[in-house]
């Protein structure tokens, strides 16, 4: 187990301050209980000797003493485990959320959806499993079982060695038993689990292409055989659970019926009451209760690491090579662009690139100015870095070398401050599964009714907003209900809104006919203020006059005019 796993699980487990009431609420349940069948067995026995009633009246009390707090000190367990456990749980979100922020949207680009959801829900929802079904059975079962062993060698002490020796060994069974077959189930679910949520997120993000296509057939079989996948291995981890909890319980009859024989000359002897030894050969029965759960803790254990490992995969404990590493704070104040953008001798990469397209997409002692309201075409071929630089300009990638804006560095900029001057719409803009009310107010919440309109008009999109209803349409999931050229102009709709004094348009033809890209650049452009610089990334040609000079990419440097 690395150190980023144990970090991650670390931080799972609340304080000992705030743990501690739970587990000694937990010894208490387990305590009245055993004591509670202790008192009971004393009781029924010494009874049946028919003594005088005030020899029994403690043990009535005793009875009904250690029922009701049984129930009390449960309540009590619950309570405060769970609140501990969610508390903390919180925190871990958090945490997990901020790591990640650092590493979107390029730090990402190359995770499946489906595993980094289930990452991100499933397995931080795992983690509260190490507190409230790990640590604290274990705590309760171990301090349980401790103090069940000297109460019985008070009574009995052959009895309390035979009860020692079962409850070691019944934890060793639950370890290597448990451990042998639940593992190896363990192992086969993680990648079973993410191939499930990978297959549903393919099917319902693309079930219209599948439909059109005559796929949807095969992609449901798909879903099919990784759920049939997953239930099978938990099926087995589940077999494994269910051997392990049945060789402990064959144990716990072990412990009574040696307990019995080893405590009977005791008996026989007179060093031992009829009572005594009824407590003696009940007792076992009773501290095996409160170690039952030991094996599904052990299982849960395996769970939670697993889990722990699958978080650590997805989220690295370091900013990868090639992502920037902001130390700066926001301070919520967008850059005054001045003289413009000026990028000098600036190389980028995309992180985590393996060895067959290191060089894709690497840009390498590039050159620009950009000047307000100055608007500039970049173009080239796949893979000559067009969409790196448009990820440099907006702090998404790091560099090397200097970009400034208004004259500072923009390494010195905390990334959401710079990202108020220059904005981006990338070639697959999202849009929310809202209205187009709330996918506008996305970027200026204040935003009237009227100034929503007013934007619209400017993109060409009102008529179409309001045959369809008005602000309150739904656009779909990632936008399914509008065209490639809506989706585009409602992201200019946004951009515009939130008044960007630089606009970098990566590719906004990219899924637009070709008949009609010509079109779309006309009025995208048209609806950007000649006072915004645009950065227009195209690996097409344009209408004449829509910019004011060209730029072309090859291989990751700037081709000679």
Same mark, same amino acid.
């Given at each position: 187990?690395?150190? +980023? $796993?144990?970090?991650?699980l670390r931080s799972a487990m609340p304080s000992r301050r705030r743990f501690a009431p ?75 959320? +901020?790591?990640?922020? =650092? ?17 991100? *829900?499933?397995? &931080? ?10 640590? !604290? ?23 309390? &060695? ?6 070691? @060994? ?52 798909? &879903? ?12 087995? #981890? ?28 005791? !008996? ?14 009940? *007792? ?17 254990? #395996? ?12 989220? =690295? ?17 967008? =850059? ?45 071929? /796949? ?21 400034? @804006? ?13 990202? #108020? ?19 506008? !107010? ?34 779909g999931d990632r936008g399914g209900l509008v065209s490639g050229g809506q989706a585009q102009? !409602? ?12 606009? *970098? ?11 009609? /890209? ?18 227009? &990334? /195209?690996?097409?040609? @344009?209408?004449?006059?829509? $910019? ?8 990751? +440097?700037?081709?000679?005019?």
């Open positions: 187990m690395n150190a +980023r $796993v144990r970090g991650i739970a587990v000694l609420s937990g010894f208490g349940t387990a305590a009245s209980s055993i004591a509670l069948l202790a008192a009971s067995a004393w009781l029924i026995a010494r009874a049946a000797e028919q003594p005088l009633v005030m020899y029994l009246s403690m043990a009535v009390v005793g009875v009904r003493a250690f029922a009701l707090s049984r129930g009390v000190f449960r309540y009590l367990e619950r309570l405060t485990g769970h609140d501990a456990a969610l508390e903390q749980l919180a925190g871990v979100r958090a945490d997990l959320v +901020r790591d990640l922020v =650092p590493l979107a949207p390029d730090g990402l680009a190359r995770s499946r959806r489906g595993g980094l959801l289930s990452s991100v *829900v499933d397995d &931080v929802d795992e983690l509260q499993n190490l507190p409230l079904r790990v640590m !604290l059975p274990l705590a309760v079962a171990v301090l349980t079982s401790l103090a069940a062993v000297v109460f019985t060698a008070i009574v009995s002490w052959p009895a309390a &060695v035979v009860l020692f020796v079962c409850l070691a @060994v019944a934890f060793a069974v639950a370890v290597v038993v448990g451990g042998a077959t639940g593992a190896r189930a363990e192992r086969s679910i993680a990648p079973l689990r993410a191939a499930v949520a990978d297959a549903v997120h393919d099917l319902l993000a693309n079930l219209d292409v599948l439909t059109a296509y005559g796929a949807l057939d095969a992609a449901t079989e798909r &879903v099919r055989r990784a759920d049939a996948a997953l239930r099978r291995a938990v099926v087995r #981890r589940g077999g494994a659970q269910g051997l392990t909890s049945g060789a402990v319980s064959v144990l716990a009859g072990v412990a009574s019926l040696a307990a019995l024989l080893v405590a009977a000359p005791s !008996l026989a002897g007179g060093s031992l009451s009829g009572p005594g030894l009824a407590v003696v050969v009940l *007792v076992p029965m009773a501290v095996f209760e409160v170690f039952g759960p030991v094996p599904l803790a052990l299982a849960s254990w #395996r769970q939670v690491r697993s889990a722990a490992e699958r978080i650590a995969d997805a989220v =690295p404990e370091a900013v990868p090579d090639g992502l920037p590493r902001d130390e700066h704070a926001a301070t919520g104040a967008a =850059p005054i662009l001045g003289a413009g953008l000026e990028l000098t001798g600036v190389r980028a990469h995309w992180p985590a690139r393996n060895d067959l397209d290191a060089d894709a997409g690497r840009l390498d002692d590039i050159a620009l100015r950009l000047g307000p309201g100055e608007r500039v075409l970049v173009t080239g071929p /796949s893979g000559a870095g067009k969409t790196t630089l448009a990820h440099v300009l907006t702090r998404f990638l790091d560099y090397d070398g200097s970009y400034r @804006v208004g004259g500072i560095e923009a390494r010195d900029i905390s990334g959401d401050d710079l990202r #108020r001057t220059v904005g981006i719409i990338e070639q697959s803009p999202y849009l929310f599964d809202e209205s187009v009310r709330q996918n506008l !107010l996305f970027a200026r919440e204040g935003a009237t009714d009227d100034e929503l309109w007013t934007v619209l008009e400017r993109v060409g999109l009102d008529p179409w907003v309001r045959e369809r209803g008005g602000l309150d349409a739904r656009v102009r !409602l992201a200019l709709a946004r951009a515009v809104l939130r008044d960007f004094p630089v606009l *970098v348009l990566d590719e906004p033809t990219a899924g637009v006919d070709p008949a009609a /890209s010509d079109a779309l650049l006309v009025d995208l452009l048209g609806a950007i203020g000649r006072d915004r610089a645009v950065v227009l &990334v /195209s690996h097409v040609d @344009v209408p004449e006059g829509l $910019v004011d000079r060209e730029v072309r990419l090859e291989n990751g +440097r700037v081709a000679a005019a």
